[in-house]
């Protein structure tokens, strides 16, 4: 079955260090993956996306991998603020090899807390 | 900058009655989508919408679920008889998508609460 799954619930890390968050898919072959932030009650605001052909992408403190072979994205926040604690989601379209359904799946999130 | 929006911000409503969530989506975007999230739970699709029809729908939109651009400007999700599984966050989102990739914006949302 297609699964996309973040591995962890729950990030608690200390400001200043890096967060590395985890992406795992399984039975999909996106053609890019996205990475959107959720605040409580809010929706889900855009991050980065990253392509297929793409090994890594930056903007500013925040990075995102792509490994098609192991089918998994990393998200990195450098030098974490207390500010940066929110939920953190990947996403993909499942429609696979290239074009786009315009859907996206969703992971389940990591909540990352920066404690000061 | 612009924005997606929603209203009403919350909704109570009695299992069985219709509801209407109503969004503005951004104004040069061509595609439209509703999503809803139960409490804990993921992000999950409902339904796209381009060219003043479903491209797309998921398991979760059956028969009580419509969606319209009435206007062309608002883009609304209707529930005609509600249950208290509708209970959820629903976010509509829209986008201007460009070949090989898709950006989309989602709104604040509407917290709907089946009684």
């Known amino acids: 079955s297609q699964k996309i799954e973040q591995n962890s619930e729950a990030l608690n890390i200390q400001e200043g260090k890096t967060a590395t968050l985890t992406c795992n898919y399984t039975n999909y072959s996106p053609a890019y993956l996205q990475w959107y932030r959720q605040d409580p009650g809010r929706g889900p605001v855009f991050l980065l996306l990253i392509r297929e052909n793409e090994k890594e992408k930056r903007k500013e403190r925040l990075k995102v991998t792509f490994d098609t072979t192991l089918k998994q994205s990393l998200f990195h926040i450098t030098a974490s603020q207390p500010a940066d604690s929110a939920t953190y989601l990947c996403?993909?379209?499942?429609?696979?090899?290239?074009?786009?359904?315009?859907?996206?799946?969703f992971g389940k999130g990591t909540k990352l807390s920066v404690k000061p | 900058e612009p924005e997606v929006t929603q209203t009403p911000s919350h909704q109570v409503t009695q299992m069985g009655q219709e509801v209407i969530l109503r969004c503005v989506p951004i104004?040069?975007?061509?595609?439209f989508y509703w999503y809803r999230q139960i409490l804990g739970q993921k992000v999950e699709f409902l339904v796209s919408f381009y060219n003043n029809e479903i491209s797309e729908k998921s398991e979760i939109f059956d028969d009580q679920f419509s969606v319209e651009r009435p206007d062309g400007s608002n883009f609304t999700l209707k529930i005609r008889s509600t249950k208290l599984e509708d209970s959820a966050m629903y976010f509509c989102a829209s986008s201007h998508r460009d070949w090989y990739q898709e950006t989309q914006y989602f709104g604040p949302g509407t917290r709907l609460l089946v009684l």
């Open positions: 104004s040069n975007h061509l595609y």
């Open positions: 996403a993909l379209d499942p429609l696979n090899y290239g074009g786009s359904q315009g859907n996206l799946i």
